[in-house]
């Protein structure tokens, strides 16, 4: 029934070190998979997006990785800081962006 | 630069009361939607919108009504409130199309009582 699911609720890393943050898909048509950052209190805002037609997309020290075989994707954020700690979103869309779908978020912390 | 503007930021509501979740964006969008959030759970599009005069259903539509008479506002109510429409009510906008980035208000979080 979810088409986009995040499997980890929640994750603690030490800062200075890489935090990897997967989503998982089942629709084989989705086209287009991003990343959104949420600070408790604020809406989401938009991180980094990846193209089906990449494999990767680097912005800073975000990247996203993109498996289409295996309907995967991972953020990876090098290095970790205090300030990344948030909740994570992954959403994916299809060809014409009217819908997109989203994961139930993973919590990140990043330890000083 | 407000950006999306929603409220109220809190409200509860008992059973069977109804209210409208305003919001509105000085970006100049095309698009607009309205998403919900329950705890443990990813974003639920109920509405979007594709210009003023336009709407379509979402994924979870039923117990809402919205409206879009202008290019800034797009306003969602809910008739006969009911607990399971307890959530975080969020909007968004994005420029058109073509162009996959949301802008998402900082939501309103709804208690049905």
């Known amino acids: 029934d979810q088409q986009v699911k995040q499997n980890s609720p929640s994750l603690s890393v030490q800062e200075g070190r890489i935090s990897i943050l997967n989503c998982d898909y089942t629709?084989?048509?989705?086209?287009?998979f991003l990343w959104y950052k949420k600070y408790p209190a604020e809406g989401p805002t938009f991180l980094i997006s990846i193209s089906s037609i990449k494999d990767k997309n680097e912005d800073g020290r975000f990247t996203v990785f993109l498996n289409k075989s295996a309907k995967h994707l991972s953020l990876h954020i090098v290095p970790s800081q205090p300030g990344d700690s948030a909740v994570y979103f992954c959403a994916a869309s299809g060809h014409n962006f009217n819908k997109f779908y989203f994961g139930s978020g993973t919590k990140l912390n990043v330890k000083p | 630069n407000a950006g999306v503007t929603q409220t109220p930021k809190f409200r509860i509501l008992k059973i069977g009361q109804s209210m409208t979740l305003q919001c509105t964006q000085d970006m100049n969008h095309n698009y607009m939607y309205w998403y919900r959030q329950d705890p443990g759970m990813g974003l639920k599009l109920i509405y979007y919108s594709v210009g003023a005069g336009i709407t379509d259903k979402g994924e979870v539509p039923n117990g809402y009504n919205v409206s879009r008479s202008t290019t800034e506002d797009f306003p969602l109510r809910l008739e006969l409130a009911a607990p399971s429409q307890t959530s975080v009510y969020f909007c968004a906008s994005s420029r058109d199309i073509t162009n996959e980035k949301l802008f998402f208000g900082s939501g309103t979080q709804l208690s049905v009582l």
């Open positions: 629709n084989s048509m989705f086209d287009y």
